[in-house]
């Protein structure tokens, strides 16, 4: 039963396979440095199907890797659930050295809550091993 659903699905999943190995990747994560829970976080933009569900982030906690396309699209928007209000911030300016977007590689998305706004802190990663692939998104 289960060989019969992967073979189902083998033609749908190829193309993503091939796609994420020609084309650069971020390797994100996000950081609550807030003094509040962050009781679910949501990365990246569903119509590409490049979003990511990371859970819930208690304050200094900080959430698993995950890849995505290394394009704009994939990675300027992130959706925070607290306890009384959601709050999404789309971001087009934070990136290091002032750059529109992000070079490939991996990055820490480090936000705090400044009255009911989000503000996020960029800090990149040193590439010291190689990320768990497991939670890559095409």
Do not use: C
Not at 18 to 23: F, G, M, T
Not at 63 to 88: F, G, N
Not at 99 to 128: H, K, N, Q, S, W
């Amino acid at each position: 039963m289960m060989r019969r659903t992967l073979l189902r699905l083998l033609p749908v999943l190829a193309p993503g396979l091939a796609h994420a190995q020609d084309h650069p990747t971020v390797w994100l994560r996000v950081r609550n440095n807030s003094q509040e829970v962050f009781e679910h976080v949501w990365q990246g933009l569903p119509r590409t199907r490049s979003d990511v569900d990371l859970g819930p982030l208690r304050p200094g906690q900080t959430s698993r890797w995950h890849a995505v396309p290394a394009t704009l699209a994939h990675y300027r928007k992130t959706r925070i659930q607290l306890a009384q209000r959601q709050l999404t911030d789309v971001t087009d300016t934070s990136f290091p050295q002032g750059r529109a977007t992000l070079e490939p590689g991996r990055y820490t998305f480090a936000y705090t809550l400044e009255g009911d706004a989000l503000r996020l802190t960029v800090i990149p990663e040193a590439e010291t091993t190689a990320p768990d692939r497991s939670h890559q998104k095409q």
